[in-house]
Nanobody
Framework: QVQLVESGGGLVQAGGSLRLSCEAS????????MGWFRQAPGKAREFVAG????????YYTDSVKGRFTISRDNAKNTVYLQMNSLKPEDTAVYYC??????????????????WGQGTQVTVSS
C-alpha cells in the first residue's frame, strides 16, 4: 500500500504558475505508475497527466499539453505537477493517484487504487 499527500495548491492569477507535489509513504514508490487528476465543481474527475515508474515516459490530456509537466523523484518518493500559463478553466481540486497495474494512458479514475486527499487550485481571471 501507499499513502499520498498533496501540497502546493493555492490562488494564482491567469497566466501564472504553480507546482504541486505529492509525497508517498512506503518503500515501493518506484513500482507505482503515478498520475494527476482534477475535479471542478459539478464535474467528473478528469485525468490530467501520467508518468511511468522510472519517469521516462509521460502522457497528458490535450488541454494541458505544453503548459503542464509531470515529473517524479523516486529517491524522494515524490511526484510533481508543474503548471504554467494557468487559465481560469484549470480551477479544480487536484488529486494525485498511484497504481501498480495501470499504464500512463489510463484515464479512467476508477482504475487507480490509491489517492491523495486533494489540493485546491484556483485561477482568477
Amino acid at each position: 500500500q501507499v499513502q499520498l499527500v498533496e501540497s502546493g495548491g493555492g490562488l494564482v492569477q491567469a497566466g501564472g504558475s504553480l507546482r504541486l507535489s505529492c509525497e508517498a509513504s512506503g518503500r515501493t514508490f518506484s513500482s507505482y505508475v503515478m498520475g494527476w487528476f482534477r475535479q471542478a465543481p459539478g464535474k467528473a474527475r478528469e485525468f490530467v497527466a501520467g508518468i511511468s515508474r522510472s519517469g521516462g515516459s509521460t502522457y497528458y490530456t490535450d488541454s494541458v499539453k505544453g503548459r503542464f509537466t509531470i515529473s517524479r523523484d523516486n529517491a524522494k518518493n515524490t511526484v510533481y505537477l508543474q503548471m504554467n500559463s494557468l487559465k481560469p478553466e484549470d480551477t479544480a481540486v487536484y488529486y494525485c493517484a498511484g497504481d501498480q497495474g495501470v499504464v500512463i494512458r489510463t484515464t479512467e479514475s476508477w482504475k487507480w487504487d490509491y489517492w491523495g486527499q486533494g489540493t485546491q487550485v484556483t485561477v482568477s481571471s
